[in-house]
């Protein structure tokens, strides 16, 4: 494995950096203040070329590898330190986008792909329902088929990008009591009759990046959207598990790691306590240490899973380790972030505030950390 990156990749990271300090830092407080969506600043992303930076140049993206992908989105996170709105762009390329170019035909990589590259189209995954979260297999949103069409009836919960989604990428089973062997990958239009956004849920953190639940009321959905195979389609999304755990998610938790890191580090420079900077002080000292260690180590997890992806090798069982590793972690990180600050961490004026609330989800979505060293456990006691 090789540990280092070449120059056009570090060239590209900073780039990514410098866009999302200027473009989207200057906003991140007040949206996340007021929950807004702003489009415009969403156009600018796709303008870059980050709404399908690892889709095929014929599907309107870059072709990015999966090492690049990870480094050009870490520096964004950081650069924006706003997870959530990177929270929306994840959501919208790795796990709705990302599947349609792996599992979809070529009529529908034709038709979705490049206006979801570009960010035209702004995409979501329904897999997640009021009552299956870890127990996805258990979702009751169901699809008979009648004709040309599926009729969907359901609910989803907790879907980010929910409320302005054009393209939402549904799971729902044709047969509850085959339980994973049921469950149907749908292609679903906003738009489609019986599809509506019952409602925007409001959000302890994340709060750049809206989430709601849909509502699927005798949703007809034509045969040729549908994903993959019938009964497969968790193959649309665990194919992309990578993609997910091992690069959306890492970006995200090494990004506010580094955003943290460097803004910690420098707070202790430059406040001062009984007469010295705090960075004298040992306990500080000892917390500035624990958080570069932790950066680095996940940073290496989440890299190598990455570097497996671009090397042909399968990659799950190490993007798991990587999760269980950052996604707990990253609370711990915050928590000491916050501690360095002290008063001036729990304002609203200092991003840590911000950050440490957006820390909390890890640990709960794209896997939760108990079912990731579940899977641990179990690749390693089968």
């Known amino acids: 494995m090789d540990f280092g990156f070449t120059p056009e990749q ?21 949206r996340d203040e007021t929950g807004e969506w702003d489009m415009e600043l969403w156009k600018k992303i796709g303008d ?40 929306s762009l994840g959501a919208h390329l790795f796990i709705c986008t990302i ?11 034709k038709k979705y792909l490049p206006k979801l590259a570009s960010g035209e189209w702004i995409g979501a995954l329904g897999l997640t329902e009021p009552n299956a979260g870890s127990d996805a297999a258990g979702i009751q949103t169901t699809a008979h088929l009648e004709g040309d069409y599926y009729i969907l009836n359901g609910s989803k919960m907790f879907i980010t990008n929910g409320p302005m989604a054009d393209v939402v990428l549904v799971m729902a089973t ?13 292609i679903v239009e906003k738009g489609t009759p019986g599809f509506s956004v019952s409602r925007k849920l409001n959000k302890m953190g994340h709060r750049t990046s809206p989430t ?21 389609g968790f193959h649309a999304t665990t194919d992309a598990l990578v993609w997910e755990r091992g690069v959306f998610l890492a970006a995200e938790s090494l990004g506010m790691m580094a955003a943290m890191l460097e803004d910690a580090v420098e707070y202790a420079k430059t406040r001062t306590q009984f007469g010295q900077p705090i960075a004298k002080f040992q306990m500080i000292r000892d917390k500035i240490a624990r958080m570069k260690v932790t950066y680095d180590a996940a940073r290496m997890l989440a890299f190598r899973a990455a570097w497996m992806k671009d090397s042909g090798k399968d990659g799950k069982f190490e993007a798991s380790i990587a999760k269980a590793f950052y996604a707990d972690e990253l609370v711990k990180f915050a928590d000491d972030a916050l501690q360095v600050f002290g008063g001036y961490g729990y304002m609203k004026e200092y991003p840590i505030e911000r950050m440490y609330r957006d820390a909390r989800l890890m640990p709960i979505g794209g896997g939760t950390s108990e079912v990731q060293r579940l899977v641990v456990s179990s690749n390693l006691l089968r």
């Open 212 to 232: 709601a639940e849909l509502v699927f009321e005798d949703c007809k959905v034509p045969v040729e959207n549908v994903v993959g195979e019938v009964g497969k």
């Open 99 to 109: 599947p349609i170019w792996l599992h979809g035909n070529e009529a529908q990589k």
């Open 48 to 87: 870059m070329g980050l709404c399908g930076l690892p889709i095929p140049e014929e599907y309107g993206g870059s072709g990015a590898d999966a090492v690049t992908s990870l480094l050009a989105y870490e520096a964004f996170t950081k650069g924006s330190k706003d997870p959530g709105l990177y929270l």
């Open 174 to 186: 044709v047969d509850k009591s085959k339980r994973a062997d049921g469950v149907t990958a749908f």
């Open 10 to 30: 570090e060239a590209f990271a900073r780039t990514v950096e410098k866009f999302a300090r200027e473009e989207v830092l200057p906003s991140v407080e007040r």
